[in-house]
């Protein structure tokens, strides 16, 4: 197993598993009327203390990597071993829409509902460390946001998304790759090649097809399965799949501004052991609606 800092960090090692966003744009989505977007722009709304979410619509996609080698290909040391967890090939149902957050957790969201300061002190002393993907959480941590989020807002429920619904989202309708260009990436994401090798505000890249922010680079994203190599098993098609009912290791995805290209696309998957913490690994939370006799809309 490689064991440098750079893979472990970028997630290479499997442990055998295992304008700113408070700028104007902001300003406009936060004043939009719930369920209302502006001409052009994706389905918004904000919960009670501002984090906006995007309404993912259902639909089916194609999960996983159908060209490994290409993928083998941005390697700079080529593995033919690699990305076998990637295949095979299989249809995924998403039954229904869902409310993902529109970027990753940011420092301020989780300082409003933690009460704490998690990750590196030179983060929270930048300027801009309001609007900073929250990072150095391991995944109890990131389920704990969410279920203090939902006592704060009780609106919705709030859990981590499932690895179909992240790589359904961060495909957005796309196949291939990567749903871009591999140059064009910088345009969309914070990784090795651009970010200077530390975090950046959310929503300073383009946002993807569906609306939503920085699902490549900037930080990790934990999802809230269990990883297993096989868990693509037969290739069958899938309905919102939930992974294995077990294991050692939290599946986390999208890469982050530490990691090469070739771990920076949708397919790419990697784990550790749900009580991780890497300053590179953040998460973003899935909202759903409390039942309307319960309380009333968010606004």
């Not at 249809?91 to 829409?97: G, Q």
């Not at 704490?116 to 941590?141: A, F, T």
């Not at 651009?194 to 920085?214: C, K, L, Q």
Request: proline share 9%; glycine share 8%.
């Amino acid at each position: 197993m490689k064991s440098s800092a750079t893979e472990h960090r970028c997630g290479y090692a499997r442990q055998n598993a295992g304008v700113t966003w408070s700028g104007l744009l902001a300003s406009i989505l936060l004043s939009l009327p719930i369920g209302i977007a502006a001409a052009g722009q994706p389905k918004v709304l904000t919960n009670r203390i501002g984090m906006p979410f995007v309404s993912i619509p259902a639909g089916s996609f194609q999960m996983g990597t159908s060209d490994r080698q290409a993928a083998i290909g941005e390697m700079d040391d080529p593995d033919p071993d690699a990305f076998r967890d990637e295949q095979p090939v299989h249809e995924v149902r998403i039954s229904h829409s869902f409310l993902l957050g529109q970027t990753e957790v940011t420092q301020a969201q989780w300082l409003n509902v933690m009460e704490n300061k998690p990750g590196p002190k030179e983060y929270w002393d930048r300027d801009d460390w309001r609007d900073l993907p929250v990072v150095s959480v391991n995944w109890y941590m990131a389920r704990r946001f969410a279920e203090e989020l939902g006592k704060l807002d009780p609106d919705y429920d709030y859990r981590l998304p499932t690895e179909a619904e992240w790589e359904y989202a961060a495909r957005a309708g796309s196949s291939g790759l990567r749903p871009m260009p591999s140059d064009e990436l910088p345009e969309h994401a914070w990784s090795f090649v651009n970010s200077g090798d530390h975090p950046h505000p959310v929503a300073t890249r383009r946002p993807n097809a569906f609306g939503v922010y920085d699902m490549f680079g900037n930080a990790w994203e934990w999802v809230a399965d269990w990883y297993a190599p096989d868990s693509y098993g037969d290739g069958v098609t899938r309905v919102d799949p939930k992974g294995p009912t077990d294991g050692r290791s939290r599946v986390r995805r999208g890469g982050s501004y530490h990691c090469p290209l070739f771990q920076t696309r949708p397919g790419y998957r990697t784990a550790n052991t749900p009580d991780t913490r890497y300053s590179v690994i953040g998460f973003r939370v899935v909202a759903i609606p409390s039942p309307p006799s319960g309380s009333n809309a968010a606004r």
